[in-house]
């Protein structure tokens, strides 16, 4: 087993270093226009976030449209009537209190609205959703952001050793920033400087765990509140996104900004978990803006255009004609991005055929289309399959000439493709779902 991996990684640099036969991948299709579906009527669910709160202009944000928000980039966009319904510290706490009769909320509800206007406004919100062709969601900061620093307050506030400059400012900025979902590093730097730091991170684990487990355990109640008022509408949810990552080269060296860079992250990549697994669940379109550009803990209007974008390309594309491919699938969205730049073809107007082998044809066509090459294709290839092998070939093959970094993520992709099935594998064949997975990695190297 050994020997043949050392021979397999061998026989791969060699080709990797020899193969010169394909040139840098040719531009997309850029003419091709995306046929969306007649939504309607278009929901915005969510927190600050959604509602297009800015941190550098005061705006009124709770229950109206703003210009240069994502949900108003989305609605224009696809020319559905708007219901903005997102509200600044909207928590999933909130969301179930406004979906659900029996519902019990703590202490925070609707901590950013009055009681009244919220009773006002929850008819106005279920109907709403009940009418949505289609619904964004995008909540969860405040679960563990907004309240987590109340409570990190309150239990530095009950500790037998008071750090009272800490609490003094701390509190000052609580009641400031209301439901900024940024309160957990903020307070970081708040203790670094009050020199309560050491014992910050002491209370903040237990502190983080009780927003974490209150955001997991009402996500699927949120998600099955939506689908009990409207079981047909294309629900997309929004991740959650890591804003300090935009400041990282430019952060103070010192303890506490390394703990917010590294805490921040982790806390986003953690908290974006039942949002992954409930897709897969319930069926819902889930997407991650990683790369959003923010104002400082907010979208910036760059920033609200990158996650509509995100939104619109997720979306199901109404040209696409292949009833064979399932949209919950995961190679679907490869697919359709196949499609729609012209790279793969069907094997029949209406058939993709994802479960089928590949062909040494279809691999030939399709990488020609890729590269911008327009190779006639043998009778021959025709009634061969390709080897995963053979893929691996094409692969290093297809990043030619697209430098040293191109070469290094397809010799690793190439390793990938062989391993899929182990070792003993290699001269498996590779079905056109799978190929089409791979196609679009080769495009993106």
Request: hydrophobic letters at 40%.
């Amino acid at each position: 087993m050994k020997k043949t991996i050392r021979k397999l990684l061998c026989l791969l640099l060699t080709v990797c270093f020899l193969l010169t036969g394909f040139s840098s991948l040719a531009a997309e299709n850029t003419g091709y226009e995306k046929k969306y579906d007649d939504y309607g009527s278009y929901v915005l669910l969510g927190d600050s976030v959604a509602s297009g709160w800015s941190d550098i202009e005061e705006r009124e944000t709770r229950f109206v449209r703003v210009e240069g928000s994502y949900g108003a980039f989305v609605a224009d966009d696809l020319g559905v009537t708007y219901h903005p319904m997102a509200c600044i510290g909207f928590r999933t706490t909130d969301l179930r209190y406004i979906f659900e009769d029996d519902y019990e909320a703590d202490r925070f509800l609707f901590y950013s609205i009055s009681d009244e206007e919220m009773e006002r406004r929850i008819p106005e919100i279920r109907k709403a959703v009940s009418e949505a062709g289609l619904i964004t969601l995008n909540v969860g900061g405040n679960d563990w952001g907004s309240f987590v620093g109340w409570h990190v307050f309150e239990e530095m506030d009950k500790a037998e050793v008071r750090n009272e400059a800490f609490l003094t400012k701390a509190k000052a900025y609580l009641e400031e920033a209301g439901t900024d979902p940024a309160k957990i590093t903020e307070l970081i730097d708040i203790a670094n400087l009050c020199g309560a730091l050491p014992q910050l991170i002491s209370i903040l684990p237990q502190a983080l765990l009780t927003g974490f487990e209150n955001f997991f355990a009402n996500w699927n109640h949120v998600i099955e509140d939506i689908y009990a008022l409207n079981p047909d509408v294309t629900l997309v949810v929004i991740g959650m996104f890591d804003n300090m990552v935009q400041d990282q080269e430019t952060a103070d060296k010192n303890e506490a900004a390394l703990i917010k860079l590294s805490l921040s992250q982790a806390i986003v990549d953690y908290a974006n978990t039942p949002m992954r697994e409930g897709a897969e669940k319930y069926g819902y379109i889930f997407i991650d803006p990683v790369g959003t550009v923010c104002e400082q803990n907010h979208p910036s209007t760059a920033g609200h255009r990158f996650i509509a974008d995100k939104i619109l390309e997720a979306l199901p594309d109404m040209n696409f004609p292949y009833t064979d491919v399932d949209k919950s699938s995961a190679e679907y969205k490869d697919i359709e991005y196949l499609y729609q730049n012209g790279y793969m073809d069907g094997v029949s107007l209406t058939e993709f055929a994802p479960g089928e082998n590949l062909t040494k044809a279809q691999l030939k066509s399709t990488l020609n289309k890729i590269t911008g090459k327009s190779d006639e294709i043998s009778v021959e290839d025709t009634e061969k399959t390709v080897s995963r092998l053979d893929m691996a070939k094409s692969v290093l093959s297809a990043a030619s000439g697209k430098g040293l970094k191109s070469y290094i993520k397809a010799f690793f992709l190439a390793i990938d493709i062989i391993l899929d099935t182990g070792i003993t594998g290699m001269g498996s064949t590779v079905t056109r779902g799978e190929a089409a997975v791979i196609f679009r990695k080769v495009i993106n190297l």
